[in-house]
């Protein structure tokens, strides 16, 4: 099957009672000697229908125009109906919401960086290549929106989500068919000449770790009334990110910091911004996220999704940060629920969150 999909891969087979621990199996197990991966990807958990471009005929991947009579022998084994889900829902295969969260939690305890890919579905390769009077874009957002107070553009999460987008965009393909942006939250008070001037900051700094890129500035203002209700009903219906275990966001602030959870003068300019005028309660990144969850807002995700969508509709695929899981379990469906609603019609998406540090200035 690499072979067939035409990956340059080691595969690595395990058996488990469960899938979160078999998961976790493969993660601390992979490689070969000294050669190990410090990077998991999983794919996202929402209610979108799979689907398996392995035995869709229009697929480059389609296992019926295989000549590899192993496949051609496995292929049976794959439900054929139309609509089929592939393993079944409900199943041992498929995780809990509990399950995927703690698994998240078990891959950053073992020090392996984490990305989420989501709507990867979406991602049409000769449409990008076709564009050619419309360039399309890889989009990076260095920005914690669920923890924006301590977001720094230099912070591990940040110079690591710069530096995958980077070496996406160092592909043939990806090269000659996309530009590469990079987009800073600055307070909407900046003066033009004073704003050019950190964005020159930023994109020095950016350069001494190798890392070229357009340096898009946008001016956010959250919601001024965190009471308000959302455009969206509340429910899986509206929202789209979860099924019956459902459990929106609240729409009211419940804290006394931020409006909407995001400080009005919030800036992921590192160099610019004063961390001492924003509230820090806990220390660690998973206390921040409990904390977080606390004050987080439908309405706040809402408008900054609304906001990521109006500034990258024409990325061919979008890199945020997102924080580590919360600590506490009951705060799971909330932490999920807002990576969900954060993450909606956005289009390919990769949520990142970095442990490791992938840059140096010291060459």
């Known amino acids: 099957l690499v072979d067939h999909l035409k990956v340059k891969a080691f595969v690595s087979v395990t058996e488990s009672t469960d899938l979160r621990t078999g998961a976790l199996q493969i993660v601390r197990v992979s490689g070969l000697g000294a050669l190990k991966p ?17 035995t869709r005929e229009t697929s480059r991947y389609c296992l019926k125009s295989s000549s590899s009579s192993i496949l051609c022998d496995w292929l049976p084994l794959v439900p054929r109906e139309e609509g089929a889900v592939f393993p079944p829902k409900g199943s041992a295969a498929h995780l809990s919401t509990h399950d995927y969260v703690a698994l998240m939690h078990d891959i950053l305890c073992a020090g392996k960086n984490l990305a989420l890919c989501r709507s990867f579905c979406m991602l049409d390769k000769d449409n990008i290549a ?15 929106f669920l923890c924006p107070e301590i977001s720094s553009v230099e912070d591990t999460t940040s110079l690591f989500t710069l530096q995958l987008g980077t070496i996406l965009h160092m592909v043939k393909f990806w090269k000659k068919n996309t ?23 930023v994109k020095d700094k950016l350069l001494s770790v ?47 910091g931020a409006v909407g959870g995001i400080d009005a003068r919030s800036s992921n300019l590192s160099a610019t911004s004063d961390a001492s005028a924003y509230p820090r309660q806990p220390s660690s990144n998973e206390e921040d996220t409990d904390y977080q969850l606390e004050r987080m807002t439908g309405r706040y995700l809402s408008s900054v999704n609304r906001m990521i969508r109006s500034h990258s509709s024409d990325s061919a695929i979008t890199f945020l940060n997102i924080p580590a899981p919360p600590t506490l379990t009951k705060k799971y469906d909330m932490y999920l629920d807002a990576l969900g609603r954060l993450t909606q019609d956005i289009g390919p998406c990769i949520m990142v969150h970095g442990l490791s540090k992938v840059t140096t200035s010291c060459l």
């Open 38 to 54: 410090n990077t998991v990807l999983l794919g996202f958990r929402d209610d979108t229908q799979p689907i398996d471009f392995l």
């Open 130 to 144: 076709r564009r050619r009077s419309h360039q399309s874009y890889i989009d990076v957002w260095p920005i914690n």
């Open 179 to 201: 530009g590469f942006r990079v987009f800073l939250l600055v307070p909407h008070e900046w003066s033009s000449d004073y704003l050019a001037e950190q964005k020159c900051k």
């Open 210 to 256: 190798r890392i070229n890129a357009e340096i898009e500035a946008v001016s956010f203002v959250p919601p001024t009334s965190p009471h308000q209700q959302p455009e969206e009903s509340s429910g899986a219906a509206a929202d789209g990110t979860r099924g019956s275990d459902h459990h929106p966001l609240s729409d009211s602030a419940a804290g006394s």
